[in-house]
């Protein structure tokens, strides 16, 4: 197995604060700095799965890179710096306790609702009539609350203005900044012939009160994406599209018989399985940005990923 990412424990000069998310290693340095590690741990179904994606951390860090950079002129981000490969350092934001999940199309958690009967998600009405996969006539703002445990929950713009959750102006500007983003992603994702087909944003604010885009944009962990070529055909046949996002690893989830759920057992991740995933991630990698992926040296990966960040810092 190549060597992955499982997880860091660094002592950093500064350092006030340490959380492990599902996927990211965070580091507060000076109650004002973070210093973000992707790792290549995967999740689905609000479960870490036992094994790491080769070059994942990687794959996510860099496209988040590029989106940030391609995003900043719509919203202000926390980005300052990427000085390693799977490390993304920037200013430290307080953030809002709810995800701006945006859909274009009918599919993933939206279509097992409507399957389900369901024509209302988040307070926000769903045609009758559609198919799997079809694109709404709108792009949907479905938000979720931001858990720190468990699983986040569907939530309405109304029960988020009524709970107090973000007060009313500045949900409307997330709502501005959530319709720009989507539709700046869409423009340069059809570029390289991919469909953005839903996502989230997280944003915050910065000391000085400002709303700010955080964390990752337009990486396979947060949207989904299609194929444009040959799209229209599989919506007319009623067939699969090809998923370039998280998708897939779920539909095997369940496929093997786990949806998170008590007594379920994650299905044996074997090397080659592991191997595919990371060609996945890897080919969207290259599709988005059209570059060529450079594997980086993994030999010795916790130490490169330390010795890149120390020497950031020390400057």
């Not at 990427?82 to 953030?95: A, E, F, L, N, R």
């Not at 409507?114 to 799997?132: F, H, N, Q, S, T």
């Not at 991630?281 to 992926?293: N, P, V």
Request: proline content about 4%.
């Amino acid at each position: 197995m190549i060597n992955t990412i499982k997880g860091t424990n660094f002592s950093l000069p500064g350092q006030t604060k340490f959380y492990k998310g599902k996927v990211r290693d965070v580091y507060t340095i000076n109650d004002e700095i973070l210093v973000m590690v992707a790792s290549d741990r995967i999740s689905a179904f609000d479960h870490v799965l036992p094994e790491g994606i080769p070059y994942k951390g990687q794959v996510l860090s860099q496209i988040a890179a590029k989106f940030l950079k391609a995003t900043a002129d719509i919203v202000p981000n926390w980005m300052d710096a990427t000085p390693d490969p799977s490390v993304t350092i920037g200013k430290m934001c307080k953030p809002f306790m709810v995800e701006m999940v945006i859909r274009g199309y009918l599919t993933g958690h939206a279509w097992r609702e409507y399957k389900a009967g369901k024509r209302i998600l988040c307070g926000v009405a769903m045609p009758d009539g559609m198919v799997e996969n079809q694109k709404f006539n709108t792009p949907l703002i479905t938000p979720t609350t931001k858990e720190d445990v468990g699983h986040d929950e569907d939530i309405s713009r109304e029960e988020i203005l009524s709970q107090g959750i973000v007060a009313e102006a500045d949900y409307i500007q997330l709502e501005e900044y959530t319709r720009a983003l989507f539709q700046r992603g869409t423009e340069i994702t059809a570029e390289k012939g991919l469909i953005l087909v839903d996502t989230k944003y997280e944003f915050g604010k910065d000391k000085n009160g400002l709303i700010t885009l955080i964390d990752e944009i337009h990486t396979p962990d947060s949207s989904r994406y299609f194929y444009i070529e040959g799209y229209e055909d599989k919506i007319v046949n009623g067939t699969p599209q090809k998923q370039l996002s998280k998708e897939f690893v779920r539909q095997w989830l369940i496929e093997n018989g786990f949806q998170g759920k008590d007594g379920q057992d994650i299905p044996d991740m074997s090397e080659e399985y592991c191997n595919s995933v990371s060609q996945r991630y890897i080919e969207l990698y290259e599709y988005i940005t059209g570059d060529k992926f450079v594997k980086e040296d993994v030999s010795d990966v916790i130490n490169r990923v330390e010795k890149n960040i120390l020497n950031y810092l020390s400057q």
